[in-house]
């Protein structure tokens, strides 16, 4: 059987989805007598890193319990910081990484002169004024198929092709700033490297005419601060 699960967790006490969250999966499926096979995710979240709607799939020969009572039942066998939404059995073809269509990733930030506590481990706490109105005129020019190697830091996926479609790049203020991103598929600390250089767009350390320079550079040096990893969250895969 092709299980798959709907997962949300907090990032803040684990260094990224492997081996962090997939170990305490992993444990609590054993725990439960469930042979499995090899866990694959829709997204690499990073240490710290939040999940909304993380998917993951796995094989497995048998149940011991239906497949309606999965979330219950190991849920109780999971850190309180991780918990399965939904489980269900798909055609052994589904693949969670490999038939991922598209993904939405939500960050948050917080520009107040003190955080609230509450927001510490959720929000990067920026306590600068930004021009918001500059920075929701920028995040237009990330939409579209483009190269975004300029915002791809060092490391395995500097070797690969970096083109991706973004659909959605947008920015509300609620009780923080809120950018919400929707694209294809996403490189390493893409998503965090995009917020931190409209965050400078917003604090003038970037002006808006330089965008076009950045992209064609293909030069990471160029374009903003990487967002801390705890105010971001994957918010919905789609398929």
Same mark, same amino acid.
């Given at each position: 059987?092709?299980? +798959?699960?709907?997962? #949300?967790?907090?990032?803040?006490?684990?260094? %990224?989805?492997?081996?962090? @969250?997939?170990?305490?999966?992993?444990?609590?499926?054993?725990?439960?007598?469930?042979?499995?096979?090899?866990?694959?995710?829709?997204?690499?979240?990073?240490?710290? +890193?939040?999940?909304k709607g993380q998917v993951v799939n796995f094989f497995t020969p048998k149940l011991p319990f239906p497949i309606e009572k999965f979330?219950?039942?190991?849920?109780?066998?999971?850190?309180?910081?991780?918990?399965?939404? *939904?489980?269900?059995?798909?055609?052994?073809?589904?693949?969670?990484?490999?038939?991922?269509?598209?993904?939405? $990733?939500?960050? $948050?930030?917080?520009?107040?002169?003190?955080?609230?506590?509450? !927001? &510490?481990?959720?929000?990067?706490?920026?306590? +600068?004024?930004?021009?918001?109105?500059?920075?929701?005129?920028?995040? *237009?020019?990330?939409? %579209? !198929?483009?190269?975004?190697? #300029?915002?791809?830091?060092q490391g395995s996926d500097r070797d690969m092709k970096t083109l991706s479609t973004i659909t959605k790049c947008s920015i509300e203020?609620? #009780?923080?700033? @809120?950018?919400?991103?929707?694209?294809?598929?996403?490189?390493?600390?893409?998503? &965090?490297?995009? +917020? %931190?250089?409209?965050? $400078?767009?917003?604090?003038?350390?970037?002006?808006?005419?330089?965008l076009k320079t950045i992209f064609s550079s293909s030069d990471r040096t160029l374009s903003g601060i990487t967002a801390p990893a705890?105010?971001?969250?994957?918010?919905?895969?789609? $398929?």
């Amino acid at each position: 059987m092709n299980i +798959v699960l709907l997962l #949300s967790y907090e990032g803040t006490r684990y260094q %990224g989805f492997t081996p962090g @969250i997939v170990s305490c999966l992993e444990k609590a499926l054993a725990s439960h007598q469930i042979t499995f096979s090899k866990i694959q995710a829709a997204s690499r979240t990073d240490a710290k +890193v939040h999940a909304k709607g993380q998917v993951v799939n796995f094989f497995t020969p048998k149940l011991p319990f239906p497949i309606e009572k999965f979330p219950l039942i190991i849920n109780h066998s999971l850190p309180e910081d991780i918990r399965i939404l *939904e489980a269900r059995i798909k055609d052994n073809s589904f693949h969670a990484t490999l038939d991922a269509k598209s993904k939405e $990733y939500c960050y $948050y930030l917080s520009t107040d002169n003190v955080q609230l506590p509450f !927001e &510490r481990n959720f929000a990067w706490h920026y306590p +600068v004024a930004l021009d918001l109105t500059l920075m929701q005129k920028a995040s *237009e020019y990330f939409i %579209g !198929e483009k190269d975004f190697t #300029s915002f791809v830091n060092q490391g395995s996926d500097r070797d690969m092709k970096t083109l991706s479609t973004i659909t959605k790049c947008s920015i509300e203020k609620k #009780s923080c700033v @809120i950018f919400t991103i929707h694209g294809s598929h996403f490189h390493y600390k893409m998503v &965090r490297n995009i +917020v %931190g250089t409209l965050v $400078y767009i917003g604090q003038g350390k970037i002006k808006i005419e330089e965008l076009k320079t950045i992209f064609s550079s293909s030069d990471r040096t160029l374009s903003g601060i990487t967002a801390p990893a705890h105010g971001l969250v994957l918010n919905k895969v789609h $398929y």
